[in-house]
């Protein structure tokens, strides 16, 4: 949805200013944006409008496959000189709605009236540029309450300074206390029967831990401020070692109070947490690293101490607790 939504919004856009040029957008974490390149504002209320009347056509949308030199030859018709330097050799994708058309890769909405909330906001960009921000929901009374999230969000960063925890890229003693309590917690979850070791920051981290000969090494290193790297490395472990780890990291994940959800992608499993406006955040990465023809499983557990202090601060979690 917020990938069509962007596109409709350019088409909103480049139906009310003509002579605009587009430089391109997509979805973005919360919802979606598109840049043009306009010399005079472009007037968010002007262009709210020209959507709901898009909207209210129930114009069809379609995605069409076209060969890389035609699509050219298309967008370069309508004005879109810019989005032609993005196109690459071969077959490319082609979003139409209405007379309409941009470079944009699918899936997309069928018709603009799928489209059932939305609000967006413009600001200036360098260069005679405006950047078009929106957010759009399956309702009303979703964007509303999504809307009002949005406005009263605090970044954790921002958070930790106003909470006093750290400021000026300087940990102050409050936030360092809380920083421990967290890792002192990850190790009694996961660092028991660990060979421990402290080593400089860099390199390949697990062909480190596997010159130890241990089958379990964990080690916690620092690579600048907010940048606490945890990894585990096991080795010569079972299938049924492996799954016991996933199954012990979603029940650790879950005493800290995340909703979590996995998802895998090749050798690699993340973890994933969203914060308070929907986003999502990588919170741990669990990788095989098995050596090819072995008959047992190497893996090993990857985390930033700080994302996830972050993300607690924002649940208003007491870290004390997890002394106990």
Not at 218 to 224: D, H, I, L
């Amino acid at each position: 949805m917020r990938r069509t939504a962007a596109e409709i919004a350019a088409a909103a856009v480049y139906e009310s200013y003509p002579d605009v040029e587009l430089w391109g957008g997509g979805e973005t974490p919360t919802g979606f944006s598109y840049d043009f390149y306009f010399p005079h504002p472009i007037h968010a209320h002007i262009i709210e409008e020209k959507i709901r009347q898009i909207i209210h056509e129930r114009r069809p949308i379609r995605t069409m496959e076209m060969v890389s030199f035609s699509a050219g030859e298309l967008l370069k018709s309508e004005g879109h000189h810019a989005r032609v330097s993005e196109l690459e050799e071969g077959m490319v994708e082609i979003i139409q709605i209405g007379s309409f058309h941009d470079l944009s890769p699918g899936p997309h909405l069928k018709n603009t009236a799928e489209l059932a909330a939305f609000k967006i906001s413009a600001k200036p960009l360098p260069d005679k540029g405006m950047r078009l921000t929106g957010w759009c929901h399956n309702s009303k009374s979703e964007l509303k309450e999504f809307l009002k999230k949005l406005n009263n969000y605090c970044e954790p960063e921002q958070l930790g300074e106003k909470m006093g925890l750290w400021k000026g890229g300087v940990w102050l003693s409050e936030g360092l206390k809380m920083r421990q309590h967290l890792i002192q917690f990850l190790k009694k979850q996961w660092f028991q029967d660990a060979f421990e070791i402290a080593a400089p920051a860099g390199g390949d981290r697990t062909t480190l831990h596997r010159s130890f000969e241990k089958e379990k090494v964990a080690e916690f290193w620092s690579e600048g401020f907010q940048e606490t790297h945890l990894q585990i490395s096991f080795f010569d472990q079972s299938e049924e070692d492996m799954i016991s780890c996933l199954q012990s990291i979603g029940k650790t994940l879950t005493i800290l109070g995340f909703d979590h959800s996995t998802s895998l992608k090749g050798r690699v499993t993340d973890y994933v947490v969203e914060d308070g406006i929907g986003r999502s955040h990588t919170i741990l990465q669990v990788k095989r690293t098995s050596r090819k023809g072995s008959p047992t499983v190497d893996f090993c557990i990857n985390g930033v101490v700080e994302k996830m202090l972050f993300l607690l601060l924002e649940k208003n979690l007491m870290m004390v607790e997890l002394e106990n």
